[in-house]
């Protein structure tokens, strides 16, 4: 019998609204979170109009390299680590809501594009902060 990886019907990221629905069930995850959600509501007052849209065109430039987000998220998480700081936990429950948020809502080729970005990006960000490089 032919089995589908593609239960509840999941599709493939594949477009900006795709994207849209990711990052706004992933915040909404976070904001929940006994162990990170303190970053994005104490530690810095997220302007959420402002940051969502920010977090729509990162993750597009990276499924879809449309060139729309021009920050540096490595600064930007070294200046958090220096107002409050981050740990090794921290990354590890931020990439486990993002691949849980991924999971729950898509599968397929970009689905694992983008957690596996998600997961090396994490990776450095971490070793960037935690060993001042
Ligand atoms: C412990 C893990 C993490 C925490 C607590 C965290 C928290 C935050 C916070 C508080 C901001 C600032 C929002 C604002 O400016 O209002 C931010 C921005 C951002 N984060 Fe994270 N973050 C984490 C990991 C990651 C990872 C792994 C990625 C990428 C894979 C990422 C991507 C970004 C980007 C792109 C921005 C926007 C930077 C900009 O303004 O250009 N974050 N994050």
Do not use: C
Request: net charge negative.
């Amino acid at each position: 019998m032919l089995m589908l990886h593609t239960a509840n019907n999941r599709t493939d990221i594949t477009n900006r609204q795709d994207i849209e629905r990711l990052v706004n069930q992933f915040y909404d995850a976070v904001k929940a979170d006994a162990t990170i959600g303190y970053f994005f509501t104490e530690a810095v007052a997220v302007n959420w109009e402002k940051h969502l849209p920010i977090m729509y065109a990162f993750w597009e430039n990276v499924l879809f390299h449309t060139g729309g987000y021009s920050g540096n998220p490595m600064e930007r998480h070294k200046q958090l680590h220096h107002q409050s700081a981050m740990e090794p936990a921290h990354f590890e429950q931020w990439l486990h809501l993002f691949t849980q948020t991924v999971d729950r809502l898509f599968a397929g080729n970009n689905a694992e594009t983008i957690k596996q970005r998600a997961t090396s990006i994490a990776t450095v960000m971490q070793l960037k902060i935690l060993h001042h490089q």
